[in-house]
């Protein structure tokens, strides 16, 4: 199982004192960065059980998923806690805020981890120019000076504050990027797909397997024809049904092979292949190196 950071463990490792949570508004939090610093900056590639909505200024690597995003200067940085994270500092000098807060916390807004900044890895990092920054800049500075208050609602702005940076930040990101669902039947097939596919996921266990690994094995779940499958789904997102499902799992072979000491028969195994060097070839042809290689590439 990957690495998992609870809330208690993240107050204890920042020597922080943690407020009892309150079931009908659950847990929120904001720390200004520089309060964060560890001395010791040795990766840490572990999932959480909390979100993280962070805006920090300085050179640093974000490590999410299976991809490593550079941010020279500022950025909005939004992590799902199903999501293996680390952040990797650059340069010494960093400045900003870090929100953390349960799913509890947004309850009456929907399901959070549906919100695009959080669902795919190409939106989670959002770099902001200096032009950009200024209003960013003034959301958190109000979250921060709203909790030190004592105004009888104020959980009730934090929210507000918070979804107006989660928004904004959406509304930077290309409307196409994310196809949404639709009233044709093929929207309808393709938004059902990519809920069969996610649902999958993570594997948090080495005996876990994947169920659904194959276009077929999609379609008698959708109890289409695996044609009309492969057709609505071109239709939807230009892409065919082997090459979705194949990214998905290339994506959980590389968090795996980084935040697990599994070995890659293990990994193999979990992820549908029945025979390593199938999941090895399969592995190299799409990424450039085998299991083995992209993992000592990863550790150095």
Known sequence: MTNLLELQQFYKVFNKSMEPMHQEIGHFNIFKVEDLLLPDNKPNYSRRNFFK?????????????????????????FTNPMIPYNWERISEKHSGYVCIFTEDFFSRFGPLKDYPVFQFTDTAVVP???????????????????????????YDLLRN??????????????????????????????????????????????????QLSTPAAFARQ???????????????????????????????????????????????????????????????????????QFRQTAID
């Open 53 to 77: 909505v962070s805006l920090v200024t300085g050179h640093s690597k974000i490590h999410y998923a299976d991809k490593c995003m550079e941010v020279q200067d500022t950025a909005l940085v």
């Open 128 to 154: 902001l120019s200096p032009q950009q920054l200024p209003p960013y800049q003034e959301l958190f500075d109000k979250m921060w000076n709203e909790l030190q208050g004592d105004y009888q609602y104020k």
């Open 161 to 210: 504050l918070l979804m107006e940076v989660i928004h904004g930040a959406q509304k930077m990101q290309p409307a196409a990027s994310h196809p949404q669902t639709g009233s044709n039947a093929a929207e309808r097939i393709t938004a059902i797909f990519a809920e069969l596919l996610e649902r999958q996921f993570p594997i948090e266990l080495s005996n876990q397997v994947l």
């Open 222 to 292: 959708l109890n289409v024809h695996v044609n009309h499958l492969n057709k609505a789904l071109r239709e939807t997102t230009g892409q065919t049904t082997s090459k979705l499902i194949s990214d998905r799992i290339l994506q959980e072979a590389r968090i795996l092979l980084k935040s697990t000491n599994w070995t890659v028969n293990e990994i193999a195994w979990s992820l549908g292949f029945k025979e390593p060097n199938h999941f090895s070839s399969f592995f190299k042809n799409m990424a450039g190196a085998t299991p083995k």
